[in-house]
């Protein structure tokens, strides 16, 4: 047996870092493209979000940062035409009710055993109950409690104590930094920088100064900023949202929206705008003479200018591809005609790029229209049959059948063979078993059983 090497030449195409990157930010929709951001943001240095960034002399609360980043550390939405002109999402905590207190007192006492307790002790664990504000706080002077419920300032304290271990947590805590310090540990997540940061220097997270944290705690700003995104999970007030029901929200990627007789398509993704280069690290960059430094810049750079890019590329082809469907489904969007058949290759060909990039851009896309909200891809149907008038779908055909069966006598229904027949008088040709599926599928019974 011999054995030989031989050189032989191939041509393969082979996608490039960008190119893949690029499709990947493509197959996102507005939440998942929403945290890759948000990640990038964390651990690149060279990539803002004016998200966290006040400008200079405006002081508020720090409480007010959890209402600029929205649940979850989110920006809050933002208001559009699509969207009620009032101020609707300008507070997330506007419409913040106080919890039901014999709903709230129940669910605290719930976790306490009575039997390791007096009397004494399970009245006042009611009465500090009572005492709590909206928010889940507790602000009332000890001295206060004993005066009117005559019990030692020892029994408050040490009642006090065991108040606050109970879910949820950060509750019965006197102030906003001693409540997400609870937070904290309950999660096994405290630290000294994050403490620091909480104890310290909440306004300034409140007020986007990371540089100031920085320079204050010796720390680089990635772990400022992973610290405050740490902090943004946290609950500013810990009855928020107590006893209602957890409600999931639908966000659309495609909004198509028809005024004075035009429609128009836009994308929910304005928030994507806050992302963009930091010209401190930039300047910096120029500035310096460190060559490894340098190079660390241009590498974090070459990635943010490459995430900006596959962003923009995104926007422009998910844009150019809902315009297609809406030439295409514009009927339906007027609910004046059933979907008309539409496959990706025909939006591939309208918008000028492969059917492949086509089914990257509306994979787990949703689309809002004045008629409600629904998944892109269900926008796509493959033609059943060929009339005079071109290509028809099912739920054209359906219609018709269920208009056929509307209109025929109750004494002689149509059989299935009758409503082919009458569909091929309407120049449509489709096979008995076929109306057999579509008219199970409405919900109408056989000609038998419709004498």
Known sequence: MEFSLHHKQLQQQMMSPSQIQSLEILAMDSAQLNQFLKNEYLENPLLECSEYTEPTGHR????????????????APETGDSFSSSDEFSNPLRDLS????????????????????????WELFIYLIDCLDDSGFFTVPAEEVVAKTGCSLRQVESTLTCLRQLEPYGIFADSLSSSLLRQLEA?????????????????DVAEGRISTISRSLSVSTSEVRKCIHTISGLNPRPLMGFGQENSSYLIPDILLQKEAGRWSVHLNDSWVEDYRPNDYYLRMMEQSRDQELIDYFKGKLQRVQLILAGVRKRRNTLLTVSQSILDIQRPFFEGEAPLTPMTMEEVAKRSHIHAST?????????????????PVRELFTPSVAESAKGTVGPAQIKLLIRQFIASEDPAKPYSDRALADLLKDWGISVSRRVIAKYREELGIRGSFYRK
């Open 60 to 75: 508020q609360p720090p409480d007010s940062f959890y209402g600029q980043l929205g649940a979850c550390g989110r920006p």
């Open 98 to 121: 106080a919890p039901d207190p014999s709903h709230l007192r129940s669910y605290l006492l719930g976790q306490l055993d009575i039997r390791q307790y007096s009397q004494q002790e």
């Open 187 to 203: 999660k096994n997540a405290a630290t000294p920088l994050l403490s620091s940061v909480i104890l310290y220097h909440l306004q």
């Open 358 to 374: 086509v089914s990257r851009a509306v994979r787990n896309k949703y689309l809002q229209y004045p008629g409600g909200s629904l």
